[in-house]
């Protein structure tokens, strides 16, 4: 209470800016809202951030970073040319064949492009067609709308709940387990830590700034990641990195990075990398931990008293049990690090406090789940866990997490779920044998091997047989591996549904396309801060929706009427009072911490802000007293060797962590004989995956010659013919893309990166067709991490890269459908 605050002037000097809420429920409330919001500034937010939006004569002028945001991104310059993209959807579209054949369409043409407008009746006709038809002639499990992914912030307009909630109105469908953020780590942590730790609160940093003598960033590049959040954000991680820039400047605090490239955030700090090769990072943890074995430099107190299972470890490590101690010098020709550093590197972990800060995409490859095992077992055998400023964190890059939480609570989100004891109109719960619930990133395999059963996480899943899927507020089409194999999987579906506002690659691939509106253009409220949680956002409309576009909420709503499903949809309610509802939610559930006013109050105000939260230490319960507070696993400790998956006998995820081969390796690893390069596609510093891609004034900061870059060490150019600013086609197997060269010495030999989400762009509708615009995910691999979390293994991948000659076919990603008059 003594921190509440309400920040008077957020909408400072902007009085047409204070719409009165008798205004805007007068504009809700009338059919077409045109002409009724005022010009002016407007407060809202996104996952870039909070800011603040002038408009004038109805059009978005200038975005300008919220009073409280000290470390705005550069990403905010992308706002504007996503609402005004020449990619916005502007109508309901329907694929040409598919309007002529249904599901019987010729799917040979997918991804041609050519698609016919039509009416929003004529679009409704044809999902609720279909709908029935899969219904009816297959069952619940022939239907997936179960992939989530990034839509909009915003608790009432979040998209994938739109649409969930409505498509169960009509009847079951298959659902999914997992993300593919953290799909490996959120599995095996449970087994080795007691929780999924990824997406939890961690110690406050202003502790770890306080009391670590060393911070390794371990993959991970936190300056580039924590530009954007899960909630509007606020960026106060950043300022926490400015901070330790400060400590390091004056010595009192090391940090290192071991990572293949030099991060941004290793260039900013002006830090040491130790580069290690691309999936390699298990052989030299665990010849670290051969180090300190053998030094007695690890701490065997903490070991008895926190876990389970070192002695197994241990001869695994010496190599007792298979005859290879894992010693400096066995590690060094696999990962890359001299064994002198690797020495150094045990020594420097043994030496004062130490806070390892693990990166996530060291998850996201084949075995993904052995690098985090390892590394609770090394951060063990360090025995700092539970301090300030020492163990082991697994989101310090994510979310702003480590920002202290206010202890104030957010909004609820619009129910994801129908009302309790509403039943489908297709009331049937048969899934034929198939799973309900299918592991993330196997979808693709669900419907290239339906009825395939497949080990997951200690159980078995049978992949149903998927015929129709329905999409909204994730791009598949960005975010799945190995695109030739989608387009062979999408081959065999008959119907395919996709919301969204971009026409991005996946509404290329979808037979009806449905335009949403940007959140820009309805009003919303969400959480300010995801972990910070500083406080509760209005995110007011700045335009109107363009062209045909609806918001999200209206698209399900329309729908759910057409299947006398309204009020139950609704519950009664529109826009307007939903916010109200989940606002007045909100303040009971904070009451007596926080005084809250009424809504139109605080919609007027556009913020109020539960103030700062209380430094706080991860895992330090435990540390002070295992037995009355256990970890989550079986055993309440640490399990270094854990016999719960011992006994699933994987073959691919063993008892206690171990290296295994990968199916491909760049460094002289399995196929690097053709692909000698590996090929990373971390997520993109000017980009949130593929939204703002299509803004063409922040993409013209980025592209090579209109062209996604790809970014590669100088011997690796110099040996190719490559320049800087050349066109190059990167392949291998799997499939081929043009990218722009950028030549760069903070990419060590053999590594090379295209970030994640840059839109795929096919010439053509052929399988392997070339992608113009530079799609990682053209080339990368579609297998499971293992079969106990059978997640993405985007990082598994390799090609060979060469100067592109002759013409180079134009980009066809931007721009929207080839619109066909019929
Ligand atoms: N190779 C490779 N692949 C990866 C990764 C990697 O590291 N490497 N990373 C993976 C990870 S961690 C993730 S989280 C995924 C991300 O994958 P996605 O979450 O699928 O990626 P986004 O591009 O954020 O897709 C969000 C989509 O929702 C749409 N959208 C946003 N707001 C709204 C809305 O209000 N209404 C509607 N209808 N649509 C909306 C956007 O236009 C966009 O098309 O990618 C994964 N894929
Ligand atoms: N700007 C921006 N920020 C984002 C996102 C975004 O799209 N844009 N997406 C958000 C989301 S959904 C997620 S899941 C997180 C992703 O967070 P992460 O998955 O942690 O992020 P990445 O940047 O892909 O990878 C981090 C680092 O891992 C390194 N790395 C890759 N392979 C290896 C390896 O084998 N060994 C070692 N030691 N290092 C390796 C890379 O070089 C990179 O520096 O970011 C979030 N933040
Ligand atoms: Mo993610």
Sequence with gaps: MKRRRFLQGILAGSSAGMLPFSMIKAAEDSDDGNGILDDGWRVTGSHFGAFKAYRANGVVKEVRPFELDRNPTEMLKGIQGSIYSASRIRYPMVRLDFLKNGYKSDRSTLGDNRYVRVTWQEAYNLLIRELNRVQTMYGPWALYAGQTGWRATGQFHSCTNHMQRAIALHG????????????????????????????????????????????????????????????????????????????????????????????????????????????????????????????????????????????????????DTDKTPKTPEWAEPICGVPKAKIRELAGILTTGQVQIMMGWCIQRQQHGEQPYWMAVVLATMIGQIGLPGGGISFGHHYSSIGTPSSGGSGPNAFPLNPPEGVEPIFDNDDFNGYSKVIPVARWIDAILEPGKVINYNGGKVTLPDLKMIVISGNNPWHHHQDKNRMKKAFHKLECVVTVDYAWNPTCRFSDIVFPACTQFERHDLDLYGSYAQRGVLAMQKLVEPLFESRSDWDIWREFSARIGRHQEYTMGRDEFTWLNHLYDGC???????????????????????????????????????????????????????????????????????????????????????????????????????????????????????????????????????????????????????????????????GVARIHEGAWYAPVNAEIGSVDTYGDPNTVTLDIGTSDLAQCCSAFTCIVEIEKWRGTAPKVTAFGGPKVVEV
């Design 172 to 319: 079951n469908y298959v659902r999914k387990i997992g993300d593919y953020s953290t799909g490996a780590a959120q599995v095996i942590l449970p087994y080795v830590i007691g929780s999924t730790e990824v997406y939890s609160q961690g110690t406050s940093w202003n502790l770890i700034l306080e009391n670590a003598n060393t911070i390794v960033f371990w993959a991970n590049d936190p300056l580039k990641n924590l530009q954007v959040g899960w909630n509007c954000e606020t960026h106060s991680g950043i300022g926490y990195l400015k901070q330790l820039k400060a400590k390091i400047q004056e010595k009192k605090i090391r940090a290192i990075s071991i990572d293949p490239t030099v991060t941004k955030t290793a260039a900013f700090l002006g830090i040491e990398t130790v580069y290690v090769n691309p999936q390699t990072d298990v052989p030299l943890m665990l010849a670290i931990a051969h180090e300190m074995i053998v030094n007695k430099s690890y701490d065997a107190e903490f070991i008895r008293g926190y876990s389970l299972g070192f002695k197994e470890f241990k001869a695994y490590v010496m190599g």
């Design 587 to 749: 303040r009971t559930k904070n009451k007596g911490k926080f005084e809250m006013p009424d809504f139109p109050t605080f919609w007027q105000q556009g913020f109020f802000d539960f103030g700062e939260g209380k430094p706080w230490v991860r895992h330090a319960e435990f540390r002070d007293d295992p037995e009355i507070h256990p970890l989550g696993t079986p055993s309440g400790l640490i399990e270094i060797y854990s016999r719960k998956i011992a006994r699933y006998d994987y073959s691919n995820c063993k008892g206690h962590p171990v290296w295994m081969e990968k199916e491909e390796r760049s460094h002289g690893g399995p196929g690097s004989d053709r692909f000698p390069i590996a090929l990373q596609s971390c997520h993109p510093n000017k980009r949130l995956h593929s939204q703002l891609c299509d803004s063409k004034e922040l993409r013209e900061t980025y592209t090579v010659q209109g062209r996604e870059p790809v970014y590669m060490n100088a011997k690796d150019a110099k040996k190719r013919g490559i320049n800087d600013g050349d066109l190059v086609r990167v392949f291998n197997d799997r499939g081929e893309l043009i990218a722009g060269a950028r030549v760069s010495e903070r990419y060590s030999p």
